[in-house]
Every structure is written in C-alpha cells, then in structure tokens.
C-alpha cells in the first residue's frame, strides 16, 4: 500500500464536498440522503487507515494537557466519556491474550502483528515496530520512534477514534444535530470537526466486520456484525450499534460479558408440558429463547456460547444422577478455525426451543431448568491450547493470565424450578 505525503485530513474536507456536489447535481433534491451516506463513507474510509497516521507536532499554542494523546489526559476534561470506557472492553483491547500473542509476533510475523493492532491497538504510537521499506517479497521493520508502551496497554483509547493529526472529531452536538464541520469558538484543542458518521453503524464496522474477502468458515465470514445488523429490522427503525451499546453517547460498550445487556437482548419463557404419572412418567419442559432485542445474531461471534440445560433435583435440592440434558447456542467451530461443528445463534426475531423430556426419576421433586452464558468459551480452550501445546513462547505468563481471565467470565443468565407434582 501507499500513501500520500499530504496528510488526508487536508484532502478529506475538498474530497467529501466534491462527493456531495458531484451527487447533488445528478440526483437534485431526493440526493440528499445519498450524497449523505457518500460523505460519510468517504469520511470513514480516511478515518480509519490503519494503522493511524502519527499525529505528528502538535500545533503551536496547543498546552501539554491538550498535546498528550493519554486517555488520563482526556478524561481530566471529559471525566464522564473517560470513566464509562476505562470499564469497557475496548480499554482492555491489549489485555494479556492478545500481548501475550503479539509481543512474540511482532518479532517472528511483524506483519501479522500490525494486523492485531489494526483493531486493538490502531494508532502508530502503539505500535513498537514499523514498516520502513516494502519491496518485491521483502519487508523491513524497524522500531518506531514514536511507540510509546503506556498508550499501547491502553488499547482502543480515545484518540484512535477521536484524534487525527491532532485534531478531535466527534459527532454534532445534541443540541446543534445539523451544525457540522469545524466548531472552534475558542474551545480546548482548537474546538473539534462535527461529522455525523459518529452516530452511524458504519463506523463500527471497520473492526466489527471483516470484508468481502476475509476468513469465512463454511461460507460464512467469522465477524459479520454489521451485515447481519443490515438484515435486521433495526435500521429501518434507525436502531443503530451505538443506540443499544452507547445509549445516551455513553462509552459503555456492554455486551455477551454482561449480565444485564445480555438480558436486554433475549426473552426466555418456560413452558410446562408434563403430567404422566409417577410409575414410569415423564418429566417434561419447553424452554424458548427468543432473540427479541440483539440487533445481530444471538451471539454474533464464534467466541461465546450458552448453555440450556435441565436436571432433576430431589427434595433436597440435590441433583439426580443421569436426568441431565443440555443444549448450546452459539456457532462451535474446531480451535483451528478450519472446520464448523454446528450453528445454533438465533437470528434478530427468532427463537430457538429447548425440550426437556426425561424419565422421572422416583425421588425426583423439582426439574431446574438454567442458561449459562461462557462470554470466552472459545479463548478459554484456545489458551489452554497454547499452554498445553508450550508453544506460547515468551507470552506464557501472559497467557496463563488471560487464560485464568477467561475461566472466570461465565454466569448464570437464567434459572427456573419447577415442581415435579405427580
Ligand atoms: C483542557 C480540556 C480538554 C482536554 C484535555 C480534552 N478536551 Fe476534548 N473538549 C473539551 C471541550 C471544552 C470541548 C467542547 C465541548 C462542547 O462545547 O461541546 C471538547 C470537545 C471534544 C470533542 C467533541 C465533542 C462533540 O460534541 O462531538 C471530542 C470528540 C473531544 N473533545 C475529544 C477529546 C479527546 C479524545 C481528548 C484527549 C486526546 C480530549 N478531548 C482532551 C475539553 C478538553
Ligand atoms: C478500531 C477497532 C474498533 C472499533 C472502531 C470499534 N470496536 Fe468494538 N471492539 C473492538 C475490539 C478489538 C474489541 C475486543 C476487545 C477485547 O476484549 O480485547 C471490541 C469489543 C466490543 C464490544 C464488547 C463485546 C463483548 O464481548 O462483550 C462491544 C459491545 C463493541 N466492541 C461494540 C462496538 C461499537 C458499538 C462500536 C462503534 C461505536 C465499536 N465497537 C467500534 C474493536 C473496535
Ligand atoms: C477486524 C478486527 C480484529 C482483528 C484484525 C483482530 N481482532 Fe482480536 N478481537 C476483535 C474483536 C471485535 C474481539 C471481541 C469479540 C470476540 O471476543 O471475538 C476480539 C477479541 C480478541 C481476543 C479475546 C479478548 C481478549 O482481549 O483477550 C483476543 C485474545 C484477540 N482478539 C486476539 C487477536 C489477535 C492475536 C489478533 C491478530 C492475529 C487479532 N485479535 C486480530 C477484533 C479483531
Ligand atoms: C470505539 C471508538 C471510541 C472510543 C474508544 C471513544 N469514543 Fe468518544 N465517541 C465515540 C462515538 C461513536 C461517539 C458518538 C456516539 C453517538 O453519536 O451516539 C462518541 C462521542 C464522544 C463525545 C461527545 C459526547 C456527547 O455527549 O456529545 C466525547 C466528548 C467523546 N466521545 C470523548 C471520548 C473520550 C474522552 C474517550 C476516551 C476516554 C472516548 N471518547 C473514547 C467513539 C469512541
Ligand atoms: C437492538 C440492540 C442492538 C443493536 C442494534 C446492536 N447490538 Fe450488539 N448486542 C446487543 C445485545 C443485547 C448484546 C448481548 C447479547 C449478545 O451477545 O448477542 C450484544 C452483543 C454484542 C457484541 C458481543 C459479542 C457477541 O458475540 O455477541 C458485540 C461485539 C456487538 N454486540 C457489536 C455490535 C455492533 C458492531 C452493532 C452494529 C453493527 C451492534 N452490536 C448492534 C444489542 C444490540
């Protein structure tokens, strides 16, 4: 790949005007909507050119406060915006999985390395080596002055999707919803560059959904958010990522680690269907688990599962040996990548039904009836995987703690008694 010398934020305010003038005068006034969404695709394409241009000299006048790219930094102005995201998944974006991985990495497979960091990692100072020179099979990495290792363990921190060049861009204020472009007025860091594409799924989607050509496994790509948003009800309804995972312009970015949200996204309802008698009955339940809230598949990665299952208890609240059933949802697939054992994630609308049928046992009193959700089933296995294996090479002691990370993550999302009455 190449790239201009000139810095695209000074080509990307000419770029998008020509997009919308060009489009106005072929469509006239119904444009408006597709001229639009080109200014916003254009905006986004040179947005997120990863990884992120070094922001280079801050500009002249500019306080050390305002110069520092430190989420700390930010957050001594907007407390509320820095508080929500340091509990949020993106602030733990180079966690120790994913350390663990790339410090061997970026000295074996530089190029797969900066691939890691072009989603957990994607501004230049968070980057320990660079590609100087790339000529016909060869590449030359060579440590980057800039890299600075604090940013790094920051993860997705604000300046990768706030800060090019210096520059902050945000989205309009709610109370100016149509005052786009520069806002100055005198404000800290030279005021901020209005741009509606902040509110918009797309702007998501550069690390929430691979393209056209990335790792698809039995035809399906393995991140497809957006897309399987797309196909949903919700953008109709103008339901957008931001409307359920940032309600309010909240930085909580709550998802399948959540109890809560979890909850927000499915209706699980129980049905009793038994009533054989107690020589050689049957106990029996439905269990339905509607995805009637998730804008995406339920889950919408390959990485989590659900567990349904049921057993009988007896008075004493003890479980009885062989009444146990289960079922999963998720999307299993082998720890290669190579191979899918089976697909069970509900689309947005669906449902998905549990059937408990077992003999009843004679002591029997009670069927329980529970969904566990194991938010990293899959790193769970895959860094067991690299610590059996003893191939995780220097990341060991990083991944045996993400590994102990990701034990700990499963909760209970749901559990029902039922009283076995026959
Ligand atoms: C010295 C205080 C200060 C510091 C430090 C600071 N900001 Fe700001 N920022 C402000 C003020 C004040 C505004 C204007 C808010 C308004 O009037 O709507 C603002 C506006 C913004 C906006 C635009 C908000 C919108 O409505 O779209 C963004 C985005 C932003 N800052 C991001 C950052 C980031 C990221 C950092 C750290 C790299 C940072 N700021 C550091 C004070 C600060
Ligand atoms: C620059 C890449 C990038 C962008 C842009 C981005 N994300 Fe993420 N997101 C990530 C990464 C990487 C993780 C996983 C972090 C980890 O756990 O290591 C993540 C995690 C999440 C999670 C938590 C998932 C869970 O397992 O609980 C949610 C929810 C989420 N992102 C939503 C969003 C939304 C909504 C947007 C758009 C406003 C967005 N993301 C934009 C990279 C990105
Ligand atoms: C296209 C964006 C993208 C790329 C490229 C990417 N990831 Fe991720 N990664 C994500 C998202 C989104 C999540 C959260 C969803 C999930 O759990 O699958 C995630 C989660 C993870 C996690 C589990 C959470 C954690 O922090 O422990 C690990 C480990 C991880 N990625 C490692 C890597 C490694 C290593 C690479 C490079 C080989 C890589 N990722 C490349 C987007 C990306
Ligand atoms: C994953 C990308 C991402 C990260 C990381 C991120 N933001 Fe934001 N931020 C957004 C998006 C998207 C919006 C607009 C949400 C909307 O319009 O619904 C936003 C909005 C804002 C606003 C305007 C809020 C308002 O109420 O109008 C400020 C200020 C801001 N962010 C500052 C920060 C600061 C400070 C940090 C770090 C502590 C940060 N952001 C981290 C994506 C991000
Ligand atoms: C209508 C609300 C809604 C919308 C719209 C929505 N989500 Fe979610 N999302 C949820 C809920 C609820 C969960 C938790 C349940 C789950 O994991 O499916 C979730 C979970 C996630 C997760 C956790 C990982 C996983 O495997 O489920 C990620 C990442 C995510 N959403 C990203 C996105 C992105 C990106 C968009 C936009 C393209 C989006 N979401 C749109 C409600 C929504």
Redesign the pocket.
């Known amino acids: 790949m190449t790239r201009s010398t000139i810095p695209w934020w000074k080509l990307a305010i000419p770029l998008a005007a020509a997009a919308v003038l060009g489009l106005l005068a072929v469509t006239g006034e119904s444009g408006k909507d597709i001229a639009e969404s080109e200014s916003i695709r254009q905006f986004l394409h040179n947005h997120w050119q990863t990884p992120i241009p070094p922001q280079g000299d801050p500009p002249a006048g500019f306080s050390e406060l305002e110069a520092s790219l430190l989420p700390e930094s930010c957050g001594s102005c907007h407390p509320q915006q820095y508080r929500d995201w340091r509990g949020s998944?993106?602030a733990?974006?180079m966690?120790p999985g994913?350390l663990g991985q790339t410090v061997v990495m970026e000295r074996s497979d530089p190029a797969g390395a900066r691939l890691c960091w072009s989603?957990?990692a994607?501004l230049s100072e968070q980057q320990p080596v660079v590609l100087q020179a790339s000529t016909a099979g060869e590449q030359l990495w060579v440590n980057n002055p800039d890299f600075d290792p604090l940013l790094q363990r920051h993860?997705?921190s604000c300046a990768?999707?706030h800060v090019r060049g210096h520059r902050r861009f945000g989205p309009p204020r709610r109370a100016a919803p149509d005052e786009t472009g520069a806002v100055d007025e005198g404000l800290p860091h030279g005021g901020f560059t209005a741009e509606p594409a902040f509110s918009r799924s797309e702007?998501?989607k550069?690390?929430?959904q691979f393209g056209p050509d990335g790792y698809a496994l039995n035809g399906k790509l393995i991140e497809n958010t957006y897309q399987e948003w797309l196909e949903s009800g919700y953008p109709a309804k103008g339901v957008e990522?931001?409307s359920c995972?940032?309600p309010q312009r909240r930085h909580l970015?709550?998802?399948?680690?959540?109890p809560q949200m979890t909850r927000s996204g499915v209706t699980i309802t129980v049905a009793e269907t038994g009533g054989a008698s107690s020589a050689g009955g049957q106990a029996e339940a439905v269990l339905t688990v509607t995805n009637s809230g998730t804008g995406h598949l339920f889950p919408t990665y390959l990485t989590p599962r659900l567990v349904i299952s049921g057993r009988q208890l007896d008075s004493g609240g003890r479980e009885i040996g062989d009444t146990m059933q289960q079922m999963v949802i998720g999307w299993e697939v082998t720890l290669d990548l190579r191979r899918e054992i089976f697909d069970t994630r509900i689309p947005p609308g669906e449902s998905v039904v549990f059937r408990y049928r077992k003999i009843k046992a004679p002591e029997a009193h009670q069927l329980l009836l529970r969904v566990r959700v194991e938010?990293d089933y899959f790193y769970e296995r895959f860094f067991r995987a690299l610590l059996e294996g003893d191939s995780a090479g220097e990341g060991r002691e990083l991944i045996r703690e993400a590994w102990e990370n990701a034990r700990s993550t499963p909760y209970t999302l749901f559990e029902e008694r039922i009283t076995l009455r026959y």
């Open positions: 998944l993106h733990r974006a966690g994913v989603c957990h994607p993860g997705l990768a999707c702007f998501c550069e690390c929430h990522c931001q995972h940032m970015w709550r998802g399948i680690h959540d938010p």
